[in-house]
C-alpha cells in the first residue's frame, strides 16, 4: 500500500510541560536534537512510527499532533491536495538533509504532513 503514515509530529505551545507529560506517561525515549532555528526532540517508541515534538512554527496556532504521510513528489502531491480543497498551512521546508515536508489542513479542517525523503 503506498503512502503509509511515517511520523507524528506534535506542535506544542510549551515543550517542556509536553516532553514531562508524555515521557511519563509512556516513558518514551526523549532526545533533544539542536536544529538551525530550534530544539526539536525526537519521540522514540521501540516498534511502530515515531515521531517529535517541537514549538509550534505556525504563531498563533494551537497545540496539534500532526500525522506525516509519505510521498514520492511533494510538488505534485501538495498541487494536487490544493486542487481538491485543501489550503497550505506550512509552505514547503527542508529538513535538513533528511528530506522536505508540507503541512495542509483538508476541507474539514484537518491538519496533515505530507513528507518526501531526500533522493540519493
Do not use: R
Not at 507524528?8 to 525515549?29: C, H, N, P, R, V
Not at 515515531?50 to 514549538?55: A, C, Q, T, W
Not at 494536487?80 to 527542508?94: F, P, R
Amino acid at each position: 500500500m503506498g503512502n503509509p503514515f511515517v511520523h507524528i509530529e506534535l506542535m506544542t505551545t510549551d515543550l517542556a510541560k509536553a516532553k514531562e507529560f508524555y515521557g511519563k506517561l509512556f516513558s518514551w525515549q526523549l532526545e533533544d536534537m539542536q536544529m538551525p532555528n530550534h530544539i526539536y526532540t525526537m519521540i522514540k517508541v521501540g516498534q511502530g512510527t515515531g515521531g517529535g515534538m517541537m514549538k509550534n512554527p505556525m504563531p498563533g496556532a494551537p497545540t496539534s499532533w500532526v500525522p506525516y504521510v509519505d510521498v514520492d513528489d511533494l510538488d505534485a502531491a501538495t498541487t494536487k491536495a490544493k486542487s481538491l480543497g485543501g489550503k497550505i498551512c506550512k509552505e514547503k521546508t527542508d529538513v535538513m538533509d533528511h528530506g522536505s515536508f508540507v503541512i495542509l489542513s483538508d476541507p474539514t479542517g484537518g491538519m496533515l504532513g505530507l513528507w518526501q525523503k531526500k533522493k540519493a
